[in-house]
């Protein structure tokens, strides 16, 4: 079964850290490129970040640049994002979601892992 | 980075049809085909339901169906179903190779 597993969030103080994990399986996880979508209380969905299949491409939303990082590790076909500086205005339900290399649709999409940013 | 822009609300009645609009720029839509569409029921992951502009994956209803024009893409659902009430947002790969969605539409199934 095709699956992506998101792990990782939790309540924490505004200027702290966390690290997401997203689990894939059932699929070539080395051969998409993954993406990092977040979802605020009650809002739509917006693209947060994304890196390429061998780790070495990122980009990241404006309003996440300088404070999260993407990162991959193919031999234990898991995503993670680094999370710091974090605001409550991070607070959301958090999405990885993964696209066939050289193809622009994403689907296959976790479950979602929520982070709460506050005091 | 400025999101898609679309409806917040559409409705239809049972068998009726309903089209949502989503309106980007010459950086994304407007020079790009690869515009999909997902749904998204409440508390659940969002779910593809188009893609390059005009496809469907397998195991999704020949009722949904997608197009563009100029920098605006559309959604047009046929037939419309209790179940199709959920939300649907847009999306688009844009010229800094990163993706935009839009705003989501809600579709209420009178």
């Known amino acids: 079964e095709v699956q992506l597993v998101e792990s990782g969030g939790g309540l924490v103080q505004p200027g702290g850290s966390l690290r997401l994990s997203c689990a894939a399986s059932g699929f070539t996880f080395s051969s998409y490129w993954m993406h990092w979508v977040r979802q605020a209380p009650g809002k739509g969905l917006v693209w947060v970040s994304r890196i390429n299949t061998d780790g070495r491409s990122t980009s990241y939303a404006d309003s996440v640049k300088g404070r999260f990082t993407i990162s991959r590790d193919n031999a234990k076909n898991t995503l993670y994002l680094q999370m710091n500086s974090l605001r409550a205005e991070d607070t959301a339900v958090y999405y990885c979601a993964a696209v066939r290399a050289y193809f622009y649709y994403m689907d296959v999409w976790g479950n979602g892992t929520t982070v709460t940013v506050s005091s | 980075q400025s999101a898609l822009t679309q409806p917040a609300s559409v409705s239809g009645s049972p068998g009726q049809s309903i089209t949502i609009s989503c309106s980007g720029t010459?950086?994304?839509?407007?020079?790009?085909?690869?515009v999909s569409w997902y749904q998204q029921h409440p508390g659940k992951a969002p779910k593809l339901m188009i893609y390059?502009?005009?496809n469907r994956p397998s195991g999704i209803s020949n009722r949904f169906s997608g197009s563009k024009s100029g920098n605006t893409a559309s959604l047009t659902i046929s037939g419309l179903q209790a179940e199709d009430e959920a939300d649907y947002y847009c999306s688009s790969y844009t010229s800094t190779n990163t993706r935009v969605f839009g705003g989501g539409t809600k579709l209420t199934v009178l």
């Open positions: 390059d502009v005009t």
């Open positions: 010459s950086s994304d839509i407007g020079v790009y085909n690869y």
